[in-house]
């Protein structure tokens, strides 16, 4: 295959894609290089369509190489990479949800997109660029793929859009977006920001237009350039939109038509408007029995098809209710919220609880504090950091009424849980302020839509009732959209639950405060929505997100002023970064002796920061005594009590001076001298070992040691008569 390349500038960095060099055996494969940053995509179609499954067989795969930073594994057992990282997850599922809705929705051969990261400059996210593969990879293996697409990631800083910006630059600012679409419209939106107006938010939807269309029509440069040939395919009998010909389309065709001429209005209905999750599963499995049923002896029906055709008229009838009727399963409007109902404080060890239930869906969420050492060191490709907040997420298989194998977390759980975390990182507070490593666990304990935002809305009231002084409370919500493609007409609606979410267009989940947003993720069905439709969506959804917040502060107005009796209690104080040597002591024997009698933990950084956490307030208290003593240096003019602990006599025996000691280890010397204004001989005739003795600290020599006290200063002078 011969070689072709395209290239331009975006955000004053070189971008270029490359094809006809690697992987010439994949259907479509391409190099995208940023910057220094280098992401390869390979994409290939399987040859014939699965004919057992109900659903688009779409694999993502996005890979972290550790050459690519030039770095090798710290890990000493394992150097080869294994189990893909948390943002190797989320970055895979940023591709699929940007890609899949641009795939015919009855193909039913395996697509498989791999996108590695071949070379990382630590400054540009390889994100963006793995998107831009991918979608060209895609269009240049001629798969039935309704591109090109790109990417444009934006950071704020100063009230100013910054596009694609750096490590960097993303941290500092305000807001961390990616929107994915064509040339007009969106398909994708993944935000974090820290409470930022949704008028600036949609201000960053239309700056992406630009660089989205820039890189869309450098993809089009390439295909215009190679001329990819379109593959042959065919589409399963499963589905229901056919784009065949002949014969098979006669049959599917045939199938639905003969499902519709059997199935009523009436018994529709009486699946659409089950009175709740468990009467809908019910009632969705008699319907799915009478139509298998009353085909079962027709061979040419097979009973997946007859499952498909099915749940196509359903959909059907649950969209021509909302857009014709406005009338919602549940008999809410369009802009209603489901019935909310919260309480916190329901576990008796932990250190924080709350249970958050919105209609049938409902998030057991439970607050961890911990010390600083029970941080997450994230070892990543490119970057390395501790992680002292974080969310976890879990979705057990009885949250849904079934059964299936427990396995270590999901795709899904993961990314649900980054959602919920990045919605609230924005009010969890300084470590200065708090300085507690958070652990946030969202057990979701029933489901029926929206649980992400359940488990957004359950850890803002578990938070508040572990007493972490977060800035702001959190509320979440989902918004959705059912649309007819051909009038243009639709409808947005506040709260989805499962079955508008299957039947819809779009989940909108967004979170924020009463300031502005703070967590966004966009999934699409349709092929892309105007700016118009997003900025009501998220208007509306702001209107939501209010009314479940003040619902959630009637369970907890604010954050509890104190600690749960089982947390950790935090002492912090600052030594030299030379004392650090002492505090730890040779092979770590003053620091093990302290936490053996105490029973604390202690962190302690290069900075000379130490943290104490405690389980009693007196221990942890008694720890930092310690330390204290360890650090102490005398400063002049300082006055304290001490200990004589020894007499200092010369080498003829004349006593010289008496040793004061205020710490163990901590000394000075008082000289004869200064013990009285009158001149004595004898030490012992102002104090003896063992005696308590008021002193002044008047010189310290550092170079030499050595500390002078004064026992006369502390002492009214004498007068004379």
């Not at 992406?208 to 379109?230: G, H, T, W």
């Not at 990045?422 to 507070?429: E, F, G, M, S």
Request: glycine residues 8%.
């Amino acid at each position: 295959m011969e070689n072709y390349k395209v290239e331009t500038e975006l955000a004053g960095r070189k971008l270029s894609i490359e094809t006809g060099k690697l992987a010439l055996q994949a259907n479509g494969s391409v190099t995208v290089r940023y910057g220094d940053t280098v992401v390869f995509a390979a994409a290939t179609m399987g040859k014939e369509p699965k004919t057992d499954i109900d659903f688009f067989p779409l694999t993502v795969a996005y890979e972290e190489k550790w050459y690519a930073s030039g770095k090798i594994s710290m890990s000493r057992f394992i150097k080869r990479e294994g189990r893909p990282t948390d943002n190797a997850i989320l970055t895979s599922r940023l591709i699929d949800r940007s890609i899949r809705p641009l795939f015919p929705n009855n193909l039913r051969n395996e697509v498989q997109v791999i996108c590695s990261v071949l070379s990382s400059d630590g400054e540009n996210d390889p994100a963006v660029a793995a998107l831009l593969a991918a979608s060209t990879a895609l269009m240049m293996g001629g798969l039935p793929f309704d591109g090109p697409i790109a990417a444009a990631s934006f950071g704020l800083k100063e009230d100013k859009l910054i596009i694609n910006p750096s490590y960097q630059e993303e941290e500092e600012g305000l807001l961390s977006l990616t929107v994915s679409g064509s040339k007009d419209t969106i398909v994708m939106v993944e935000a974090s920001a820290k409470e930022v107006p949704e008028e600036k938010i949609l201000e960053a939807f239309a700056a992406a237009q630009e660089p989205i269309e820039k890189m869309v029509k450098l993809q089009e440069e390439l295909l215009a350039k190679a001329k990819p040939k379109k593959l042959e395919f065919t589409v399963s009998e499963i589905g229901n939109e056919t784009i065949t010909m002949g014969d098979e389309t006669f049959r599917v065709l045939k199938i639905k038509d003969e499902v519709e001429n059997y199935i009523t209005d009436t018994m529709l209905d009486e699946v659409v408007f089950a009175e709740n999750k468990a009467s809908y599963d019910q009632k969705i499995r008699d319907l799915y029995e009478s139509v298998t049923d009353k085909f079962s002896q027709v061979e040419e029906f097979p009973k997946e098809s007859l499952k498909a055709a099915t749940d196509k008229l359903l959909k059907e009838r649950l969209r021509k209710h909302i857009l014709e009727n406005e009338k919602r399963p549940d008999g809410r409007s369009l802009k209603e919220v489901r019935p909310i109902s919260a309480e916190t404080g329901l576990l008796p060890r932990t250190h924080g609880s709350a249970v958050f239930q919105r209609g049938e869906t409902q998030a057991l969420t439970i607050t961890t504090l911990g010390s600083k050492s029970a941080g997450q060191t994230v070892d990543q490709m490119d970057k390395e950091y501790i992680r002292h907040y974080m969310h976890h997420y879990n979705f057990p298989p009885y949250s849904t009424g079934e059964c299936w194998p427990l396995r270590s977390a999901s795709r899904r759980e993961i990314g649900h849980g980054y959602l919920a975390e990045r919605a609230l990182k924005a009010v969890i507070p300084k470590w200065e302020d708090f300085p507690y490593t958070i652990r946030v666990v969202t057990e979701i304990m029933g489901s029926s839509g929206s649980t992400s935002q359940a488990a957004v809305c359950g850890s803002t009231l578990s938070l508040m009732d572990a007493g972490v002084p977060i800035k702001s409370p959190v509320s979440g919500i989902a918004m959705g959209l059912i649309m007819d493609q051909e009038s243009g007409n639709y409808k947005i609606l506040t709260d989805i639950k499962e079955l508008e979410d299957f039947c819809g267009d779009l989940d909108f989940k967004v979170a924020g405060t009463k300031q502005g947003v703070t967590a966004l993720q966009m999934d699409m069905k349709v092929k892309g929505l105007s700016l118009e439709i997003l900025k009501e969506a998220l208007e509306q959804g702001k209107e939501g997100r209010a009314f479940i917040l003040a619902e959630m502060l009637k369970a907890l107005p604010e954050p509890k002023k104190e600690l749960s009796e089982y947390a950790p209690r935090a002492i912090n104080l600052q030594i030299k970064p030379d004392q650090i040597r002492d505090v730890i002591g040779s092979g770590g024997k003053v620091i093990n002796g302290i936490i053996e009698e105490t029973g604390v933990e202690i962190d302690i950084d290069d900075d000379g920061s130490v943290s104490i956490y405690a389980k009693d307030a007196k221990d942890g208290q008694k720890a930092k005594e310690m330390i204290e003593q360890i650090t102490y240096e005398f400063t002049p003019g300082e006055i304290f009590e001490g200990k004589v602990t020894r007499i200092i006599t010369s080498p003829n025996g004349g006593e010289v001076g008496a040793i004061v000691e205020k710490f163990p280890g901590k000394d000075g010397m008082v000289h004869i001298s200064e013990l009285a204004f009158r001149r004595i001989d004898k030490i012992s005739e102002i104090c003896k070992v063992g005696d308590t003795l008021k002193v002044k600290v008047i010189d310290v020599d550092p170079e030499r040691g050595r500390v002078s006290l004064s026992h006369k200063a502390t002492l009214e002078k004498p007068t004379r008569s």
